[in-house]
């Protein structure tokens, strides 16, 4: 096989990977949304929902979850009725008690300056870890490392979220790996004569 050949089919390869890996957490997305909003329902208590379900560049096309009972967002969701913008690591949210909601958050993790005291916020409104739903990126993937804004990769370890920064070294080799995987799958073959 030759290595231009190669080369389109990994570079293919990766392309369907990722795209798998955001199917995956579309699904993931409205999947645990159906559940926090049933567990909401049964204990009587406010959905909360963490991060503007229109943010994502793929979620403004299609919608994978709603706004719950409130939304609460860096800067805010102007397209839900019932908004609060906020710093999960600022503090306690204002206008929601301890232990008093069930929470779905969907990759939101990622982009805040500090996961593990946004972390705790979370678990301080929903009070136990069954009134917490979280979807992460996928670690391995191109939106882990690339997505505007993204600093940190990771996911759930037990009671705990575990993340890791996203670095301009890892940014920079996975631009590099791209890149040099796209140029060996376009560059001209040179003509047999």
């Given at each position: 096989?030759?290595?231009?050949?190669f080369a389109?089919?990994?570079?293919?390869g990766?392309l369907?990977t990722e795209c798998?890996a955001?199917l995956?957490?579309?699904?993931?997305?409205?999947r645990?949304f159906?559940a926090?909003?049933?567990?909401?329902y049964d204990l009587?208590?406010p959905?909360?929902?963490?991060?503007?379900?229109?943010?994502g560049?793929h979620?403004?096309?299609?919608r994978?979850y709603g706004?719950?009972?409130?939304?609460l967002d860096?800067?805010?969701?102007?397209m839900?009725?019932?908004?609060?913008?906020?710093?999960?690591?600022?503090?306690p949210?204002?206008?929601?008690?301890?232990?008093?909601?069930?929470?779905?958050?969907?990759?939101?993790?990622?982009?805040?300056?500090?996961p593990e005291?946004?972390?705790?916020?979370l678990?301080r409104?929903?009070?136990a870890r069954?009134n917490?739903?979280?979807v992460?990126?996928e670690?391995?993937?191109?939106?882990?490392?690339?997505y505007p804004?993204?600093?940190?990769?990771g996911?759930?370890?037990?009671e705990r979220v575990s993340?890791?920064p996203?670095?301009?070294?890892r940014?920079?080799a996975t631009v590099?790996?791209l890149?040099g995987?796209?140029?060996l799958?376009?560059w001209?073959?040179a003509?047999?004569?």
């Amino acid at each position: 096989m030759r290595i231009g050949t190669f080369a389109r089919l990994a570079f293919g390869g990766v392309l369907l990977t990722e795209c798998g890996a955001a199917l995956h957490r579309f699904e993931a997305r409205r999947r645990l949304f159906e559940a926090a909003a049933r567990r909401a329902y049964d204990l009587g208590r406010p959905l909360v929902v963490v991060g503007d379900p229109d943010a994502g560049a793929h979620t403004r096309l299609v919608r994978a979850y709603g706004c719950g009972d409130l939304c609460l967002d860096l800067q805010g969701c102007p397209m839900c009725q019932v908004m609060q913008a906020a710093d999960l690591t600022a503090g306690p949210v204002p206008g929601v008690a301890d232990d008093s909601a069930v929470v779905f958050v969907s990759c939101v993790l990622e982009y805040v300056a500090d996961p593990e005291a946004a972390f705790r916020e979370l678990q301080r409104m929903a009070g136990a870890r069954e009134n917490l739903f979280i979807v992460f990126v996928e670690p391995w993937t191109l939106t882990a490392a690339l997505y505007p804004g993204a600093r940190w990769a990771g996911g759930p370890d037990g009671e705990r979220v575990s993340m890791a920064p996203v670095n301009a070294v890892r940014k920079r080799a996975t631009v590099g790996g791209l890149l040099g995987l796209f140029a060996l799958a376009v560059w001209p073959r040179a003509r047999e004569r």
